[in-house]
């Protein structure tokens, strides 16, 4: 495995501070606002931000021949039922649960690439997802009896993973000639549509205007994490091999817990120490080359 460059450890490094950062204030949204109603109006936001991004840097809005099927796809996987089963697992357990069930991603990625595309993992490599698995299950460890209570929040956390590591292999296996920004505008344009509908069905029509605290926690989650930072995941997904793309993401609920710590005030338990520690050693093998003797 090649070194990675300063560009990429900087992609990895802002999206993980960006997407790990959200997690609080999804919380303080939700507060206020029913999950698909939140999730309408971040996904209309970062609507208008990529195409108001894409128009000012002039690039094309076209989509390849050919290329619809695997976009929605893509689309469908990544952010529709991401989106879906994210709001449907909150609504039996709690959303940093949740949020760790879902950012099994990366051990879904390791499984796929094994069972379906018969990739061999190096020992490097394995030891990452292994080390980074059990990062995920100190973290998991204190919620089983919540589990146990609750199986439908783990089968929707767990769904969210998947279809995340699905989506993952539909962008990184098609070639997007052409598609820069517009692969994250069309794939989030796509998901806003059956996401309004859910709202308008489930949460009905807001009856209140949300505080001034929740709005900008909602539309900061549009334009920056979902716009912005979905932008960054997908062209780590080109740059990098599937599974060290995947392997970046474990970072992701560790900055979520130490935010919790900084903004929520809440507290640290051991096991997420381990995990925190487990995490680094993940990353440092994956990302790290072995030097040459």
């Not at 070194?3 to 960006?18: D, Y």
């Amino acid at each position: 495995m090649n070194r990675v460059s300063p560009r990429i450890l900087a992609l990895l490094l802002t999206l993980t501070l960006v997407w790990g950062t959200n997690w609080p204030l999804f919380r303080i949204a939700l507060a206020e606002l029913p999950v698909l109603t939140f999730r309408t109006i971040v996904l209309g936001t970062a609507t208008l931000v990529l195409a108001a991004i894409l128009l000012i840097r002039r690039e094309s809005f076209a989509v390849p021949k050919g290329k619809w099927p695997a976009l929605a796809a893509a689309s469908a996987m990544n952010l529709a039922i991401w989106n879906i089963a994210t709001s449907m697992a909150v609504l039996y357990i709690p959303s940093g649960h949740a949020a760790v069930l879902a950012y099994t991603m990366p051990l879904w990625v390791a499984l796929l690439n094994f069972v379906v595309f018969r990739q061999k993992l190096t020992g490097r490599l394995l030891a990452a997802i292994l080390i980074g698995a059990a990062a995920v299950m100190a973290l998991m460890i204190p919620n089983f009896s919540s589990y146990s209570r609750a199986p439908q929040g783990l089968f929707w956390g767990l769904l969210a993973g998947f279809c995340w590591a699905v989506g993952t292999f539909i962008v990184k296996r098609t070639s997007w000639h052409g598609m820069g920004l517009s692969l994250t505008f069309w794939q989030v344009v796509i998901t806003l549509p059956p996401i309004a509908l859910g709202a308008l069905l489930i949460d009905g029509l807001p009856t209140h205007w949300p505080s001034p605290l929740v709005m900008t926690a909602t539309l900061y989650t549009g334009a920056i994490p979902m716009a912005l930072g979905t932008a960054t995941w997908f062209a780590l997904v080109k740059l990098l091999p599937a599974q060290v793309a995947a392997l970046s993401s474990i970072a992701i609920p560790i900055v979520a817990i130490v935010s919790g710590i900084l903004i929520l005030s809440e507290p640290l338990s051991a096991l997420q120490a381990v995990a925190i520690a487990s995490t680094v050693i993940s990353l440092w093998l994956a990302l790290v080359p072995r030097r040459s003797v």
